[in-house]
């Protein structure tokens, strides 16, 4: 018999439809969420929420204040030493109490503060098929709220260590998951969930010059509402820049 090519059995070109699908990788969108999602810094905001709430004593926040006056000012900090001063203000409440406290501070203060375009952006990639994560430096507690709210698939985000009673000791376990760890965090959750090889980073979204790691590995960046350091170097870059409402 004549012929140009090799004929296929139906099934053996079902078979071969699978494998490729199979090895096709899972896009994967990720979302800062300070100043991405929410309009304002969960930190801060959370720190003023303990103080008018009485949780947090003056001396406390004050610290606070001066951690992040040396962090705007690029002046030597410590990463973990705000998330240990704000613990420290919680260390005689139990886990449960803990948790609860940041599950009514995320209702009553970051939720108002969602942005209506970041919801929709999340939808719309969640709707395209990608594995939607929200990776941030705010305490996992927290993350989880705002990632069940917003529909993803997970929150990556700092954990606070326990005891082997299950109490909160004010440290910070592991990384703060900021700068370069937020794709490092991301990389291993996506590569113990959807494994190694089997995903890609379709899409990122930051607007701080400190995720100009996590953007620069995504295929397709965006800056939301950038300051004035990531700006030039999103246009430098070719990253779209979001300008999106509060």
């Given amino acids: 018999r004549l012929g140009f090519g090799t004929r296929h059995h139906p099934q053996e070109t079902r078979s071969g439809m699978q494998q490729a ?7 994967v969108a990720i979302f800062d969420f300070d100043g991405t999602i929410v309009d304002g810094q969960s930190g801060a905001l959370f720190t003023t929420y303990l103080l008018r709430h009485g949780i947090m004593r003056l001396p406390r926040a004050l610290h606070l204040g001066w951690w992040g006056l040396r962090y705007k000012l690029h002046l030597p900090y410590r990463q973990s030493e705000a998330r240990e001063l704000v613990f420290g203000a919680l260390a005689d409440l139990d886990p449960s109490t803990v948790d609860e406290v940041m599950h009514r501070f995320h209702d009553e203060v970051l939720l108002p503060r969602y942005r209506r375009q970041a919801c929709e952006e999340v939808d719309r ?52 998951i900021a700068g370069p760890q937020k794709y490092a965090a991301a990389s291993a959750w996506c590569d113990k969930n959807l494994g190694q090889g089997a995903w890609e980073l379709a899409y990122a979204y930051g607007d701080h010059h400190s995720d100009v790691d996590l953007l620069s590995r995504a295929k397709e960046a965006f800056a939301v509402c950038p300051g004035s350091t990531l700006r030039p170097i999103a246009k430098k870059r070719g990253w779209q820049i979001l300008d999106w409402d509060e």
Avoid: H, I, N, W
């Avoid at 985000?157 to 109490?167: P, S, V």
């Fill in 125 to 176: 990639r969640r709707k395209e098929g990608c594995v939607t994560l929200l990776v941030s430096a705010t305490f996992k507690a927290m993350a989880d709220v705002a990632a069940r709210t917003l529909g993803m698939d997970a929150a990556v985000a700092t954990l606070m260590e326990k005891d082997t009673q299950g109490r909160y000791t004010g440290r910070v376990q592991g990384d703060v």
């Fill in 21 to 27: 699908t199979a090895m096709t990788p899972r896009k």
